[in-house]
């Protein structure tokens, strides 16, 4: 990634390719496990170089990095139990996203802000969110994130009393 932006310093879009790249290596901190510092650095460079992507045309583009951006960081925030600091950029990841119109990073979106609200114990704001981005990835067929989606209704329809449906999400989750 640092070579993509290395090379991208002689095109017109270098701000996007930076905010890109810069939120892939937040992304690699994340997966490894390392200090969230790190991959906060880079999300947050990131986001700086998509609010200064001023020569982008594409507008359509450059949204759904700001919102791909938004989303990471309000994921951040969740994992550290700012709930209002990841309300903040889940809130600004929709509001790009409603101009990229990206179907799959709306239900990615719902899905996090669901996690969120499970976490922080607000259950039926969980289920509302949860249930929204599970029909997306029910019709895109993603079955990775449909798992997810799957494993964690089934952990919150336990946890509310109704077991009929946390059996139907267990074997759906067997199933995928």
């Given at each position: 990634?640092?070579?993509?932006?290395?090379?991208?310093?002689?095109?017109?879009?270098?701000?996007?390719i930076k905010a890109k790249n810069y939120n892939?290596?937040?992304?690699?901190?994340?997966?490894v496990k390392t200090p969230k510092d790190s991959?906060?650095?880079?999300?947050?460079?990131?986001?700086?170089?998509?609010?200064?992507?001023?020569?982008?045309?594409?507008?359509?583009?450059?949204?759904?990095?700001?919102?791909?951006?938004?989303?990471?960081?309000?994921?951040?925030?969740?994992?550290?139990?700012?709930?209002?600091?990841?309300?903040?950029?889940?809130?600004?990841?929709?509001?790009?996203?409603?101009?990229?119109?990206?179907?799959?990073?709306?239900?990615?979106?719902?899905?996090?802000?669901?996690?969120?609200?499970?976490?922080?114990?607000?259950?039926?704001?969980?289920e509302y969110h949860l249930e929204k981005a599970?029909?997306?990835?029910?019709?895109?067929?993603?079955?990775?994130?449909?798992?997810?989606?799957?494993?964690?209704?089934?952990?919150?329809?336990?946890?509310?009393?109704?077991?009929?449906?946390?059996?139907?999400?267990?074997?759906?989750?067997?199933?995928?």
């Amino acid at each position: 990634y640092r070579e993509a932006i290395r090379v991208g310093e002689i095109s017109e879009e270098i701000n996007y390719i930076k905010a890109k790249n810069y939120n892939n290596i937040g992304n690699l901190y994340e997966i490894v496990k390392t200090p969230k510092d790190s991959a906060y650095y880079y999300y947050c460079k990131a986001y700086y170089y998509f609010k200064n992507d001023h020569k982008n045309t594409q507008i359509q583009k450059k949204n759904t990095i700001g919102a791909t951006i938004c989303t990471n960081l309000g994921e951040l925030w969740s994992t550290k139990n700012r709930i209002d600091s990841s309300k903040y950029y889940f809130n600004k990841a929709a509001l790009y996203n409603n101009e990229a119109k990206d179907i799959i990073l709306a239900a990615v979106l719902e899905h996090k802000i669901g996690v969120l609200y499970y976490n922080s114990h607000d259950y039926k704001r969980a289920e509302y969110h949860l249930e929204k981005a599970k029909t997306v990835f029910e019709e895109k067929e993603d079955i990775y994130k449909l798992s997810d989606s799957y494993n964690l209704l089934s952990k919150l329809n336990k946890i509310l009393g109704n077991e009929k449906k946390h059996t139907e999400d267990q074997d759906l989750l067997f199933t995928v």
